[in-house]
């Protein structure tokens, strides 16, 4: 069994959860590696819609095993009602879910100093609120972080707590005097009461999975969010604040990044992203616009906060530059039907900016503030094509429009979704 990583080519939510859950099976392992509850991966089967934002895409299929990395950010509480609708929906969650000891923990006062910030002065990323950006800050710094193995220690944990909750409580009061402070003894109490629950499911993953991949056991590493959200490699400071591209993989698992035999680019047939910062494609045309119509048609809406995503052309310039950056083999092409009954459609090639046109991507956020999209028009298709199971079912413009985001990444199109439905897919080669 081969290695795979599937990993979103755009600004996240490219329907990666889809593709997790159709490989899930020839796999032994599914491994998150970053991010924590910012993530939102949507599976649907049959008459069954799972929603899964901390937990792995793989836990839905008790026969493989799941596993939080130690990149990912764990908030406690997050995880066990996580795991109890996963129960109540009738999916058996039990020792196939696994999470890392070294995963850092996320605090009620992260999600306050996030609060905190994006109503300030400074710079609003228009996060999901979370907690991720302060949780990963403190494991960056060191003094604030407490790493999940640490919590299977009562008294070492309640000691290391007592002097982190006052320092944060004095930072809190210092960004606003109206900040929530918070009580050590309590958060104590509530994160040991959820340890009692979490306890079974910690483990040197690390260890496990290098173990299993010496063993020729295939492991599926599912990427949170999308590659132009990357800390390091996506339109900074409009980020979230880990390696969301396959530079998280090592890092993020212990299982060095030469393992990985196969990589998965996920790219929607068009582009969306949700937050600020730069979106050259963006369709801001109204209400009657198609940017909204891509809006109500491909539901997009945030799946952890609601919020309505900003809808685009595809942007094969950024596309281009992510699937580099992963060095993917292959792309699944997402969301296709949500493009039918356009007159025409467009792909950004290129960019122009200061009279000047060019085909990379800028690695700074204001200089793509500042770029324009150069459009190639293709024509649209008409008709519903949410029943097609093979290449030939579709029409020929939908092919055509697969075949040239194909062609202008450099890349094959192993995979095209039609629809939400795990049956709705077309395997392609
Ligand atoms: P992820 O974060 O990358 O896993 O993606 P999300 O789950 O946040 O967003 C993708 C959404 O599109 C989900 O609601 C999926 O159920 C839905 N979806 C997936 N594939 C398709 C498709 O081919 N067509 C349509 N119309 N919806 C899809
Ligand atoms: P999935 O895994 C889309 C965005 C937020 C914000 C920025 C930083 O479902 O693709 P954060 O809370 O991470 O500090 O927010 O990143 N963001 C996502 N956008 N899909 C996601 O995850 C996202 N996770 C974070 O909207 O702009
Ligand atoms: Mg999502």
């Not at 918070?182 to 306890?199: P, S």
């Not at 109500?296 to 950056?325: H, I, K």
């Amino acid at each position: 069994m081969a290695c795979t990583c599937v990993v979103g080519l755009q600004w996240g939510d490219e329907a990666k959860g889809k593709i997790v859950d159709l490989l899930t099976e020839s796999h032994a392992f599914v491994v998150r590696y970053n991010g924590g509850a910012n993530a939102g991966h949507t599976v649907v089967s049959g008459s069954q819609t799972f929603k899964l934002s901390l937990l792995p895409t793989g836990v839905l299929r008790p026969n493989v095993r799941s596993v939080i990395g130690n990149g990912v950010v764990v908030y406690p509480p997050r995880f066990l009602e996580e795991v109890s609708n996963l129960r109540q929906a009738g999916v058996s969650v039990g020792d196939n879910l696994l999470v890392s000891d070294r995963a850092h923990v996320i605090f009620p006062y992260h999600m306050e100093e996030e609060r905190l910030n994006e109503g300030g002065e400074g710079k609003t990323i228009g996060t999901t609120g979370r907690g991720i950006g302060p949780c990963y800050q403190d494991k960056a710094g060191r003094h604030f972080a407490v790493r999940l193995g640490e919590m299977l220690h009562p008294q070492h944990f309640r000691e290391r707590l007592g002097p982190i909750v006052e320092r944060k409580n004095r930072l809190l009061r210092a960004l606003s005097p109206e900040a929530r402070v918070f009580d050590a003894d309590t958060i104590c109490a509530d994160y040991l009461a959820c340890m009692e629950q979490i306890r079974p499911h910690v483990a040197d993953t690390s260890r496990l999975l290098r173990e299993a991949s010496d063993e020729g056991q295939g492991i599926l590493f599912e990427a949170a969010q999308g590659s132009l959200l990357d800390v390091d490699h996506g339109t900074y400071p409009y980020v979230t604040s880990s390696n969301s591209s396959t530079a998280g993989v090592w890092s993020g698992t212990g299982v060095p990044a030469r393992k990985i035999e196969r990589i998965i680019g996920v790219i929607k047939a068009y582009s969306t992203r949700v937050g600020r910062g730069p979106f050259p494609t963006e369709l801001n045309d109204g209400p009657e616009g198609i940017g909204e119509r891509i809006r109500r048609t491909g539901r997009e809406y945030g799946t952890v906060t609601g919020r309505p995503r900003r809808c685009g052309w595809f942007d094969a310039v950024a596309a281009r530059y992510s699937a580099a950056l992963n060095d993917a083999d292959e792309l699944s092409v997402m969301l296709l039907d949500v493009l039918s009954d356009l007159p025409e459609l467009r792909i950004a090639v290129a960019y122009e900016r200061d009279g000047q046109r060019f085909e990379h991507f800028p690695t700074d956020a204001s200089a793509l503030e500042q770029c324009h999209p150069i459009y190639e028009t293709l024509p649209g298709w008409k008709g519903d094509i949410s029943t097609a199971r093979r290449l030939a079912d579709l029409p020929a413009a939908a092919r055509r429009y697969v075949d040239r985001l194909g062609e202008l990444l450099g890349l094959p199109v192993t995979i095209i979704s039609v629809g939400p439905d795990r049956a709705q897919t077309i395997f392609a080669k």
